[in-house]
């Protein structure tokens, strides 16, 4: 019975940690994921010229960060808001889309430049934000879940001895 016990023990261990694990990935892949993705595209906006093309890349911006909120919960700044990234990114969709328009080539040239130095700004204020994004209280959640595991599974290993 006590060997049953003792596998069971560790199974259950095992369990813990696997749940952790899933945890903080899990909190990972829906926290701090979409911000690098969204960087990534902010760079191949960067280095397009074409004003389609760069549309449709700032809505799926908009789709990937979130709506509203500031990760830094100690002196939050407006460059870490989301909500005014949110907004800087359909205007400057919407400046680009009425460019594309515009019987001047040096308009819709001058809109592509503001574009990409616009684009580069956001990326660095991701790049701030991204940091916060790991003190969220899921991913806090996550981390500690798996701590807590694994300190559990050392001290069952220790007993079984």
């Known amino acids: 019975m006590k060997i049953i016990l003792q596998h069971l023990t560790i199974m259950i261990c095992f369990l813990m940690i696997a749940f952790g694990v899933y945890s903080v990935i899990f909190s990972f892949q829906n926290t701090v994921y979409p911000l690098v993705e969204a960087r990534g595209i902010l760079t191949h906006i960067q280095a397009t010229s074409d004003p389609q093309v760069i549309v449709t890349d700032l809505r799926t911006i908009q789709v990937l960060l979130p709506k ?88 069952t290993l220790k007993r079984i001895k």
């Not at 580069?120 to 806090?140: E, G, R």
């Open 68 to 155: 509203s909120g500031n990760p830094v919960w100690v002196f939050p700044t407006d460059a870490t808001d989301f909500a005014m990234m949110q907004k800087d990114l359909n205007t400057m969709a919407q400046n680009l889309g009425d460019s594309v328009f515009a019987p001047k080539y040096n308009d819709l040239n001058d809109q592509i430049s503001n574009t990409h130095l616009q684009a580069q700004a956001i990326d660095y204020n991701l790049l701030d934000a991204i940091p916060y994004m790991y003190v969220s209280l899921s991913f806090v959640f996550a981390i500690f879940i798996s701590i807590i595991c694994s300190i559990s599974f050392a001290e």
